[in-house]
């Protein structure tokens, strides 16, 4: 067992720096490779270097969240979405569009109107200062239903040309507009990240309910507040900065647990690893495969997400 | 100041606003091995979630060790009480060593590995609990009594010195029933361990318990040895059901015989 999940992490990090310096080479613009380093490229090396940077932080962020919910959830069919962030970033970044608010001020907008969404969705799921996790789901399937409502009526009442915008918008994109905003991301990203590594263990205890967790000497709601912040923070921020992006929180730790078991430890190594191979992946063939078109990343992680997760479902099927 | 390892007085507790367990006082002492029975709905598993500081909020006193439970930090009180709660349902994929070694997080630092000594006792603690073979498996591919067998090896892996369970038997045929209990026994007897059980077979309790709590009503109803609290006029009048009260050739305790319609 030990020995198997160090190879399957040995190959992932092969297939990190592999696919690391791909996506550093291959791009819009065919430059040779020999030629990329050289003084007049280093303004596209620079915004491939960003790009897939964008990519790594989004997804071990958006698969991290997913392996928390799940624990917390005990589901691991939970998805970093499920507080309700995409819609409420969503209704946001709509609104500052019809503002006519500078593109800059978008994904603050976004990330204000998520943050918001997840306090609502909060304040409707506690009771006595406890937060009972299926409730906090369901709210936040309510309130997702609800703003969606919302953003749909505002879009059949305006013009064509925001449809577009928010399309684009909520469908993900890696491209990075503007460099502060990305860091203040990575910053959060990063920063959260560690902290879930931290309750690799929480998390191990978690997945056999709350009671289990009590009588191995948890703080549960403590715990569980601090953790659910943190993604909370992490999806907020990343959805805010490019857009809404499906399955890798989902399938990915999925894939990992396969491989690598259930425990958090290892798990979260692996998850991190592989999220970030998938998502320059996707990004790759986001924006290379119809050039000079860009695809929405979020479209590529759904048509490679599905079709993979349904083998995995069916397969799990008939292990039981 | 008692010598009692556990003590409850007057205490109230339920869900909300509902009260469930109603003025109840005992003591645990140290080596008991105290049964808990009662009707479905009696408050049972309630009266083990306040004890297991599952439900947090309770009116009257509780003290472990002459310290009041409220004041005991939840790690500490992990390292010297373990529960094997009613059955689980999902697992992800944790192997059945896994989850034993889970039995040992309350005495792990946050970023201390299992050492050799933790590996040794969830090994120990599954050899125990008969589950050794399968300690590679799959939690999600085992019987429902392979599973309960691994939990208790996980309650165990935490060494407590005094352990709570609920109903451990419900999912196991009579074979593993006994094998479970003479392993509680055999800890009880050996390692002094205090043992509170929860369980619905009334002739378990009677067989291995030596002191007895019967609830009703949220209430305790009657407490004592096996030979005080199970005669026919208890049971009925808690159970609502008649039963014949004979003794256990074997060994000498109240066994007692359902009587079905046909025979009334």
């Known amino acids: 067992m030990r020995r198997k999940s160090r190879a399957s992490i040995l190959i992932l990090t092969v297939a990190f720096f592999a696919m690391f310096f791909l996506c550093i080479l291959k791009g819009t613009a065919p430059i040779p490779p020999g030629e990329l380093f050289q003084p007049q490229f280093h303004t596209i090396l620079f915004l491939r270097l960003l790009r897939v940077l964008m990519a790594i932080i989004a997804g071990i962020g958006l698969s991290v969240s997913g392996i928390v919910l799940q624990a917390l959830l005990r589901n691991p069919l939970a998805e970093p979405y499920l507080l309700g962030t995409s819609s409420g970033a969503g209704l946001g970044v709509l609104l500052a569009i019809l503002l006519g608010v500078s593109s800059f001020l978008l994904p603050l907008a976004g990330f204000l109107t998520a943050l918001i969404t997840l306090f609502l969705v909060y304040r409707v799921a506690v009771h006595n200062g406890r937060i009972p996790i299926h409730t906090l789901v369901l709210s936040g399937a309510i309130l997702s239903v609800a703003l969606s409502a919302i953003i749909v009526f505002i879009i059949s009442i305006t013009a064509n040309e925001t449809l577009h915008d928010v399309m684009w918008w909520l469908w993900g994109s890696m491209q990075v507009y503007e460099l502060p905003l990305f860091i203040i991301v990575a910053v959060i990203v990063t920063g959260g990240v560690a902290l879930v590594f931290f309750f690799s263990r929480e998390l191990d205890i978690f997945c056999l309910g709350e009671e289990e967790a009590v009588h191995a000497g948890i703080s549960v709601e403590n715990v569980k507040k601090i953790l659910l912040g943190i993604v909370s923070l992490i999806t907020a921020s990343l959805v805010s900065l490019c857009g809404v992006i499906g399955f890798v929180g989902l399938i990915i730790p999925h894939m990992m647990r396969l491989c690598l078991g259930a425990r958090h430890r290892q798990l979260l190594i692996g998850t991190v690893i592989a999220s970030s191979v998938f998502m320059m992946a996707c990004d790759l063939i986001a924006r290379t495969a119809f050039a000079p078109v860009e695809i929405p990343i979020g479209v590529i992680t759904a048509l490679l997400g599905a079709p993979l997760f349904i083998i995995l479902l069916k397969r799990k099927q008939r292990i039981q | ?264």
């Open chain 2, 1 to 264: 100041m008692s010598t009692a390892l556990l003590n409850v007085n007057d205490m109230n507790a339920g869900y909300g606003k509902e009260t469930i367990i109603k003025n109840i006082s005992f003591a645990v002492q140290q080596g008991d091995f105290l049964g808990i029975i009662g009707p479905n709905g009696s408050g049972k598993t309630t009266l083990l979630k306040v004890l297991t500081r599952v439900i947090p909020h309770y009116q009257g006193e509780i003290t472990f060790e002459n310290t009041l439970l409220r004041q005991i930090p939840l790690r500490a009180f992990a390292r010297k009480v373990a529960c094997v709660a009613q059955e689980s349902t999902s697992y992800f994929s944790f192997s059945a060593e896994e989850i034993a070694l889970l039995g040992r997080s309350p005495h792990l630092g946050r970023w201390q590995q299992e050492g050799k000594t933790d590996f040794a006792i969830a090994e120990e603690s599954l050899r125990a609990t008969d589950t050794l073979l399968f300690k590679d498996k799959d939690m999600n591919t085992l019987s429902a009594g392979e599973r309960q067998r691994v939990i208790i090896a996980k309650a165990l892996a935490q060494e407590p010195k005094l352990l709570f369970l609920d109903e451990p038997t419900s999912h196991l045929d009579i074979g593993h029933q006994i094998q479970i209990l003479n392993l509680l026994q055999k800890l009880n007897r050996e390692k002094n361990l205090t043992i509170v059980i929860v369980l619905h077979d009334l002739n378990l309790a009677s067989e291995y318990c030596n002191r007895i709590i019967l609830m009703d009503q949220g209430r305790i109803f009657k407490e004592g040895n096996a030979d005080e609290v199970l005669t026919y006029k208890n049971i009925e009048e808690v159970y609502k059901t008649l039963v014949l009260v004979h003794k256990n050739p074997l060994s000498n305790r109240p066994y007692i015989i359902l009587v079905s319609g046909k025979d009334r």
